[in-house]
């Protein structure tokens, strides 16, 4: 029994102290979860600490691979703002690339 | 102890500006730093956040050694990280608190004008004590003269008052955007505490109240708190002035009221939702809503986190760790040619603030600029300067104007505003406004704008604008010379009130 951090994670750091059997590690790219010592904070506490502090959506799976913070649960931003966001990004990239080459 | 309660309306007699503001001081060269008691002044007068003057010759740095944040913010997307970004809570490389020791003792030997290290993020640098803390304790201890300051959102600052105490930390800035859990419940989305993630009103209530907490216990040890208030139109722009008020009472020193950064690209929450930031003039109007209670901060540059150099300006790439492994340098020599050069400056910015001071005795005196003269309507001038409180910046190569307001009680500095150099933004920028038309429209409310020289090409559409560029100032000091062309305008009837004040009169 144990969660995993998927390479959406950020490396900010928050959950690495949190945890109460120092199961998180950083390691590159991303932090990561020792499965044999992660517990899921059972007995320790209510909720999973590294998912309760975790600021990215979808960052944290459980043992069945399903995302513990869901989109737009952490943020607000929805799948149609989060495509909107995307695009905005796709077209700042193309107008960086453009000016670049002339 | 308490602080004592700052009013921004000095004792002396002078004239009262609109909005509070007395004249000699908001304008001044010192401009907020007059309103401070003396013992205040003493600790921030080097400190470039503080002063318009102080910022062009004192430098600082951030660096970035706290990555985790024990909250979310709309205005924060905790995924962006672009060396072309600069706003606050975005970094380029996050540090270790050893490798942030090292960064920071070579600019500091290299740039020996710094005089201060902030820490300030990526994320919040007390939901990171540990990181936080070993960087200034090892900075104590090997760069004694270099003041610490931390900037917060409040949530763990309670549990960290006794820690932050012990170091050479004089100054602690709260973000503090509410005092209200129904308007914090629009701005934070969720709070951690106490090993579960609280969301809504709920947490926005937790936050406020160990803000409000953090607050009177620093200010009750006599550390000085600086509130910082992001202006949210529609959400907290009418409550801002209550806060103002609150963190007064508390003793907060100084209020620093700046405009929401929201653009669909950075990818939060307010950027996607198309919430607006607040115009120049809704923020100006709000900073004048305020200062009648509490003294305002004007020219924030609202800083990366891991900014180096002059305000305003980023070194940060000529520090990036590898070229730090590279340098040889004498920490001893460097702090002794430090402790030289931060008496040059406060020397020099003593004289100049005195020839200000007197200039400015002068000015009142001929030109009957006195409080019981009649009043004549404000007008809003805007300079480009590169520093040393002159005008001394081409028209056309000026990335920012600074903005004064010139009125029968005086000139005040109202605050800067960014633009692509004319001269750099070529005649076009593909679909988008061109240079000018940036530089116009940041301008809107202005009628003169001054500048070491203006070139021919922009002279028409700033007329047409009802813009008066005006290159005949060049090299004199920015108030000599906006009171200067003040004195003109009334000479020329330009400025007997509007129309409607008119019928107000009558």
Not at chain 2, 134 to 159: H, M, Q, W, Y
């Amino acid at each position: 029994m144990s969660l995993e951090i998927i390479e959406s994670c950020v490396n900010c750091y928050a959950c690495e102290p949190l945890c109460p059997n120092d199961a998180i590690y950083q390691a590159s790219p991303h932090f990561l979860i020792d499965p044999d010592k992660c517990t899921e904070c059972l007995g320790d506490f209510d909720d999973a600490q590294c998912a309760s502090i975790c600021p990215i959506e979808g960052a944290i799976l459980d043992e069945m691979g399903v995302a513990l913070n869901l989109p737009g649960s952490l943020t607000g931003i929805s799948a149609e703002m989060l495509a909107k966001y995307q695009a905005a990004v796709e077209a700042t990239y193309q107008a960086a690339l453009e000016a670049k080459t002339g | 102890m308490d602080l004592p309660v700052i009013n921004s309306i000095p004792s002396s007699g002078e004239p009262a500006a609109g909005g509070g503001c007395a004249s000699h001081s908001c304008g001044s060269t010192d401009d907020q730093l007059d309103h401070l008691p003396e013992h205040i002044r003493a600790k921030v007068h080097n400190h470039p956040c503080y002063s318009e003057q102080a910022h062009h010759y004192f430098a600082r740095m951030h660096v970035a050694v706290a990555p985790a944040c024990n909250i979310q913010c709309h205005y924060c997307n905790r995924k962006y990280d672009c060396s072309n970004e600069s706003r606050p809570g975005v970094v380029s490389e996050v540090l270790t608190p050893e490798q942030a020791v090292k960064k920071v003792m070579a600019v500091a030997a290299n740039i020996p004008q710094m005089t201060v290290l902030g820490i300030a993020g990526p994320g919040d640098p007390l939901a990171n004590p540990e990181r936080t803390f070993a960087t200034f304790r090892e900075l104590s201890e090997k760069a004694p003269d270099i003041k610490l300051c931390v900037s917060t959102n409040g949530l763990a600052l309670p549990e960290s008052v006794e820690e932050l105490s012990k170091h050479n930390i004089d100054h602690v800035t709260i973000t503090i955007n509410c005092v209200d859990p129904d308007v914090g419940a629009q701005i934070y989305p969720w709070v951690f505490w106490k090993n579960k993630r609280i969301m809504g009103r709920e947490g926005a209530a937790i936050l406020i109240e160990q803000q409000q907490k953090g607050l009177e216990m620093l200010t009750a040890r006599g550390i000085l708190v600086k509130v910082n208030s992001v202006m949210i139109p529609g959400v907290n722009d009418k409550h801002l002035a209550e806060v103002s008020k609150v963190v007064k009472s508390k003793g907060a020193f100084l209020h620093n009221v700046m405009p929401l950064i929201a653009e669909p690209e950075h990818g939060t929450f307010y950027g996607l939702m198309g919430q607006p930031s607040p115009t120049h003039e809704e923020l100006q109007a709000l900073q004048d809503a305020c200062s009648g209670d509490m003294n305002m901060m004007r020219h924030c540059r609202q800083c990366r986190a891991d900014a180096v150099g002059l305000l305003g300006e980023d070194r940060g790439l000529e520090f990036t760790m590898d070229k730090i492994e590279d340098m040889e340098i004498d920490y001893a020599a460097a702090m002794v040619k430090r402790a030289e050069v931060h008496a040059q400056i406060a020397k020099e910015l003593e004289e100049k603030d005195n020839k200000a001071r007197a200039a400015k005795a002068e000015l009142v005196s001929i030109q009957g600029l006195k409080p019981d003269a009649p009043a004549t309507r404000p007008v809003l001038m805007a300079v480009s300067t590169k520093g040393g409180g002159v005008i001394n910046e081409h028209f056309g190569h000026a990335h920012e104007f600074l903005v004064y307001e010139a009125s029968s009680a005086g000139v005040r500095f109202i605050g800067h505003r960014k633009t692509t150099p004319y001269c750099e933004g070529g005649s076009s920028c593909g679909d988008g406004e061109s240079a000018l038309d940036e530089t116009l429209r940041v301008l809107k409310g202005c009628e003169v704008v001054l500048s070491a020289k203006i070139g021919f090409e922009p002279w028409a559409p700033l007329e047409a604008a009802g813009i008066q560029p005006n290159g005949e100032h060049a090299m004199e000091p920015i108030e000599e010379a906006i009171a200067a062309v003040y004195a003109e305008m009334r000479a020329a009837g330009k400025l007997d009130a509007k129309p409607e004040q008119q019928q107000k009169v009558a």
